[in-house]
């Protein structure tokens, strides 16, 4: 009986680790999340992504649901100290959206830190942050 | 021997259950399936739209893949009583493609269903549509 | 005790088949993988799609990650003959980034295979790779 109980454990916990373990788990589980590519140097498309994002943010709730934004590429002028939209940018990270600048095109455009909106975030790479982002899940947008 | 036996039969019953989860079946399982982003004013885009779903559904058969345009911003134009495309939507809708218009975009541009062509279909928003239609295992295509 | 034995090593065999299964291991497992979409008759963003893939295969090296560049529609001009960037398609490639023409768009456009670079990757449909690649887990990227 001492060998029966054994396996029935054995098997118990293996089953708890398999739904416990991410990969099994999916996307089905947690927030509902969404990762929005800015890329074009177009004040229009600027207001566009802050818009869809905040409609998001207006549709679930702040607090269920993730929005990030990746600036790269001519986007990246959305998050320099000389936006146009630099008010609404504030606004927006204030409302919970995530809004981040790629340091690779920094590097690209000889832009340093000092040339970006104060409190900007920034990531290595944003297409590189667009993949890994997809890969957790995050559904994608490019207005 | 009967405790054996129940052993069996609850493994059993635990892994069919994990087998039928959506959780656990992903994307890999069921039809493919396709979500596209109209969000651009403009005839050529909407042009290119329909083109790619039509594509889509000869590449697969009518009954086998799913294909969705998702009109927003300014691209719910496509779908206005005076689009240069309507005779095409109507088309493209026979052939099992399926379009809808959002109503947060009709809201801000202060749009009636009388200003759009008729039997449009509607989601409240355009992007939450996109969200949802991608974590239910849909492909993304922005033509 | 043989009963009991046989039973174990069932459960065994069931729960390492569900851990090899490909709709089980789901995007989590594996390398990253990005599918490009270049659709646009624009060289600049011929160009930002070929800088985007080598951002991503410095990143991670090589060896570590797949890159795909799928053209159609206008974007098919990227591999045409007279492609303005056709020295940059060669170098993309030999860097180990796959880039591959649309057959349907060539058929359309009435393109063959003589008016492509040569080495060119042929695709039946652009659309539905593009999809195809999503459903194997490629994140998406339109630059």
Redesign the interface.
Request: a positive charge; proline letters at 7%; hydrophobic letters at 50%.
């Given at each position: 009986?001492n060998?029966?109980k054994k396996?029935?454990i054995t098997?118990a916990l293996?089953?708890s680790f398999?739904?416990l373990n991410?990969?099994?788990?999916?996307?089905?589980?947690g927030k509902?999340k969404?990762v929005i590519?800015v890329?074009d140097g177009d004040a229009a498309k600027w207001n566009?992504a802050l818009?869809?994002a905040k409609?998001?943010m207006n549709?679930?709730g702040a607090d269920k649901v993730e929005v990030e934004i990746v600036t790269y590429?001519p986007g990246i002028g959305m998050l320099k100290m000389d936006s146009v939209i630099a008010n609404r940018i504030d606004e927006s990270k204030k409302s919970g959206v995530s809004i981040v600048a790629c340091q690779?095109t920094m590097k690209n455009m000889k832009l340093t830190n000092d040339d970006m909106l104060p409190n900007t975030s920034y990531v290595?790479?944003g297409?590189?942050e667009?993949?890994?982002k997809?890969?957790e899940?995050y559904?994608?947008?490019?207005?």
């Open positions: 009986m060998m029966i396996i029935a098997v293996i089953l398999a739904s991410p990969v099994y788990a999916g996307e089905a589980a509902d969404l590519q890329s566009l818009n869809n409609n998001v549709a679930y590429g690779n290595p790479s297409v590189v667009i993949m890994k997809q890969k899940g559904a994608y947008l490019r207005p």
